[in-house]
């Protein structure tokens, strides 16, 4: 979801706290009791801030319409969603359940609760791709919420003006960019820092981050081929750089400072709202001629505390929510903005998702998607955004780039994998 939801941390970020960055000590609840207890249990729950109107609200909705515990909902409207979760999972006062992405580390380290025995009856009606990610030594770990497909927005009167065609390689894209860079407008946004089209460019190269065998997988000729157009579309003046938000956020796209946005689906209705029917999307372009186009699909799950005092109560509440109340599922996942629900037979059904854009970006998501790799961990992917800070920004060899992030990822492989 976009503005608040801090998509600029969306996994990139996440678990710098559980590796020693983050102070310890208590968490202050945001929010209030918004939940009913027959039973009494009482629960907590943690949620980062939605930026759309109205996601506070339904989490609490949801929350109060369950009559087997007191559900208390925590609402953290700070940009340090991850470090605070962190933080608070290390004191008395952790939430039961929490909102994060897949990482390997928090199965590993117990703080993750097996969710297998309540998934494994509704298996087949979840996302195949959602189940592998959220899987570790063949249980589940993690309920999916939402997938977060992210593609490129595009302005069609920007490039019918400037005769461009939509991009299917990279160097279609640049070569766009630079026709479309026109005045104050650049051709192109892909967020300040480039972070979030890393992994889209490797597999739009033909290669992936780690293989089936949890080996490297990213350091081939397509992927240095692909840094070395980044570097050129980098110095080139085409790319908007310095934007008043990032790339999570739509704004750029719907105030005119760009032709071409790399966004995330949660965007569509405030991009329809601001440009009525002037806009369409397309995948990551193929990086070289032997690469597929791709498209990284994010999202959000929720997890069970096992460390936490109520694992069993907090479990049937994620199985009440999450598994059973179908309609609070596809409210969340169509009402504040336009996200994927994970599971096939919602996803089949969701009406707002079957025309238009949101019909094309589902097709999108289901021809060329590609899901987080649980295994894949804030380390290494700090070792790839440092290869970026080298090799695109400032001109570093990428072979040689590429061989020092292969020393820090491999480490961390050794760790995990032995």
Not at 124 to 129: I, L
């Amino acid at each position: 979801m976009s503005a608040l939801s801090n998509r600029n941390f969306d996994r990139r970020t996440a678990l710098r706290a559980a590796l020693g960055l983050a102070a310890a000590g208590g968490l202050a609840a945001c929010g209030g009791n918004t939940g009913r207890s027959s039973s009494g249990d009482s629960l907590v729950q943690m949620f980062h801030a939605y930026g759309e109107a109205g996601t506070e609200q339904a989490v609490k909705r949801y929350a109060k319409a369950y009559k087997g515990a007191n559900v208390t909902t925590q609402w953290i409207t700070s940009a340090d969603y991850e470090s605070k979760l962190f933080s608070s999972l290390l004191t008395k006062n952790a939430p039961d359940l929490f909102e994060f992405h897949p990482q390997i580390q928090m199965v590993k380290s117990g703080q993750v609760a097996d969710l297998t025995d309540l998934i494994d009856p509704v298996k087949d009606d979840f996302n195949p791709a959602d189940i592998k990610s959220h899987t570790v030594d063949g249980k589940i770990y993690g309920v999916r919420m939402i997938d977060d497909p992210q593609f490129f927005f595009y302005r069609k009167s920007m490039l019918e003006k400037a005769k461009v065609e939509v991009p299917t390689t990279l160097d279609e894209l640049m070569e766009a960019a630079a026709k479309l860079t026109t005045g104050k407008v650049k051709g192109l946004y892909m967020g300040n820092d480039l972070h979030s089209v890393i992994n889209p460019m490797i597999w739009s190269a033909g290669a992936d981050t780690l293989d089936e065998k949890n080996q490297i997988a990213y350091h081939t000729e397509g992927v240095i081929e692909g840094i070395k157009k980044m570097r050129k579309l980098f110095t080139s003046g085409d790319l908007l750089l310095g934007a008043p938000t990032e790339s999570w956020d739509p704004s750029s796209l719907n105030q005119g400072l760009c032709a071409i946005q790399f966004c995330g689906m949660w965007a569509m209705p405030q991009i329809q709202d601001a440009l009525g029917d002037d806009w369409g999307v397309f995948p990551f372009p193929k990086t070289v001629d032997s690469g597929k186009q791709s498209v990284y699909n994010g999202g959000w799950s929720m997890f069970v505390n096992a460390k936490g005092k109520n694992v069993d109560a907090a479990k049937e509440y994620v199985k009440w929510l999450w598994i059973d109340q179908k309609k609070y599922q596809e409210d969340w996942a169509t009402s504040y903005g336009f996200h994927i629900p994970p599971r096939t037979s919602l996803a089949k059904t969701a009406t707002k998702l079957k025309s238009g854009n949101a019909a094309e970006g589902v097709r999108l998501f289901n021809e060329f998607g590609h899901f987080d790799n649980i295994g894949w961990t804030q380390a290494m992917i700090t070792s790839l955004e440092d290869v970026f800070a080298n090799s695109v920004r400032k001109d570093m060899d990428p072979e040689k780039a590429l061989d020092k992030a292969d020393v820090a990822v491999n480490r961390e492989l050794k760790k995990l994998f032995g």
